[in-house]
């Protein structure tokens, strides 16, 4: 088989599925509950992301060249009002977004860094958070 049988092939499967994916894309930001994540992907040796927007039955993926909440807005628009699970990376946080779940695995490392401040009552407060997560 050929590179160009290859090629025409890719480019047959992409048209014949593009109206399914578009309203797929549609779709997914009017779920009640998405998951996304982003992770680096390395393509001819430049970083890039890869995205992934997930929930009950679906799972997109989108290729970028940013971490930037472009991205999200990309895969979910500018306001969402479902709830989005993610990690606490920080284009996650401040935008148009109803309510948000956050990785409790995240979360329990944040408190381990509070045991470590000084305060008044920051070791008590992260140790009980701590015993009450475990």
């Not at 549609?26 to 001819?44: G, K, R």
């Not at 990376?89 to 401040?117: M, P, T």
Request: net charge neutral.
């Amino acid at each position: 088989m050929g590179v160009g049988t290859l090629q025409k092939t890719n480019q047959r499967v992409a048209a014949a599925v593009k109206p399914a994916l578009e309203a797929l894309w549609e779709w997914a930001p009017l779920q009640s509950n998405v998951h996304v994540d982003e992770t680096p992907w390395c393509v001819m040796g430049v970083k890039e992301w890869l995205w992934t927007a997930s929930g009950e039955g679906f799972c997109l993926f989108h290729a970028a060249d940013t971490r930037g909440r472009v991205e999200l807005e990309t895969m979910l628009g500018t306001e969402f009002a479902g709830v989005l699970s993610s990690d606490d990376f920080s284009v996650y946080n401040g935008g148009n977004i109803a309510a948000q779940q956050k990785c409790l695995a995240h979360l329990r490392r944040h408190f381990k860094k509070v045991l470590e401040l000084p305060g008044n009552n920051n070791a008590a407060v992260a140790k009980r958070i701590s015993v009450i997560n475990r």
